[in-house]
């Protein structure tokens, strides 16, 4: 419990870049799929739920640190946006630009604000143009603006808060399916709902939630008294994932149709998976393993911080353009850490400090 009381989480950082790793590896299965057997395809398939890891990592994050203190006041709630903006769109904005000057690979894109505030990936249509993975970062920033009200509402009870999504849930389905009764939705805004429910936070947010409702356990005598009681959390919800994960891929009908597609898949995805990836977080926190020997190590810390450059650049524009000069047997996969790792100690971190004091400056 030490690095509990220190408020440290440096396994948890080193899991960002599993996750990352787990997002590249299900991005160039395509590579392997004849010289894997079908079932061990059908599960890396499934490993786009590194992007869950992310969502359940940064429910627990924002709410073990911020709580509902950005309601505290509008200048509060102002700074604590602005954070959030300075943490994602910079660099996500220097990767855009340069992809949009280089007309060869951007000259059939032309949504230019759509791109820029990350609302194409709202839109069917747009969702696979522009830095194509940057979709989630559109599902990271709809919980940046709600989740202080949502962890108000879940210090009030569970109840409220699940009710509230449930509610901005059905609102969003709404919008999208009136639009289509109106005039045939051509441009797909929030629309059709297989579409809804893996690119936005509103069918998305349980992932966040049960990142939240970790992280309000561990705020209260009676919560860490509850967690204290699973025994062997890295253990059990590390099996967890993976059961949880191949049980998703049964539901797939081929090596490259997910079993999310399936509502039987989406609803392990949405509701069990996030609770193993929870309670493995815990297993991180609390407990002294080799996992999390590891994943605290020097080595994984690093890969961690950069993992967001990593998950910017390892496909889309910047790896398309490496490949163009240098593509190397493992698919460039130490050659995008090594830049991952540059761009992030000489752009990314720099230029976060740099808004911070900025940012700190707001009256």
Known sequence: MEN??????????????????????????????????????????????????????????????????PLESKKSYLKYILLRIARIFPL?????????????????????????????????KYSVSGIVQAWSLQVEFFFYLLSPLLFLL?????????????????????????????????EGFLYPLNFMMGNTFFARSLEFFFGMLLAYLMKKEKGIGFLARLKNPTLYGGIAIIVFTIAIALFARNNFVHGVERWEG????????????????????SEKTLISKILSSRLFILLGNASFVFYLIHISYFNLKLKSYLYLPDHNFILLWIC?????????KPLYEWCRKIIAKVK
């Open 4 to 69: 509990l009381r220190k408020n440290t989480f440096e396994a948890l950082t080193g899991m960002r870049a599993i996750a990352a790793i787990m997002v590249f590896v299900y991005h160039n299965r395509k590579y392997w799929r004849h010289d894997l057997p079908f079932p061990i395809m059908r599960f890396i398939s499934e490993w786009h739920i590194g992007v869950t890891v992310f969502f359940v990592l940064s429910g627990f994050l924002l709410a073990y640190r911020y709580e509902d203190s």
């Open 92 to 124: 996500y904005w220097i990767l855009l630009s340069f992809f949009f000057f280089d007309t060869a690979y951007s000259r059939n894109v032309n949504t230019y604000f759509l791109q820029y505030s990350l609302l194409y990936s709202l839109f069917e």
């Open 154 to 186: 879940l210090k009030k009870s569970w109840k409220y808060c699940i009710l509230f999504l449930l509610g901005i849930f059905l609102f969003s389905c709404g919008i999208g399916y009136g639009l289509h009764w109106y005039n045939g939705n051509p």
């Open 266 to 285: 989406r609803l392990i995805h949405e509701l069990f998976l996030p609770v193993a990836i929870a309670i493995f977080f815990w297993g991180l926190m």
């Open 340 to 348: 991952s790792i540059i761009i992030y100690l000489w752009i990314e």
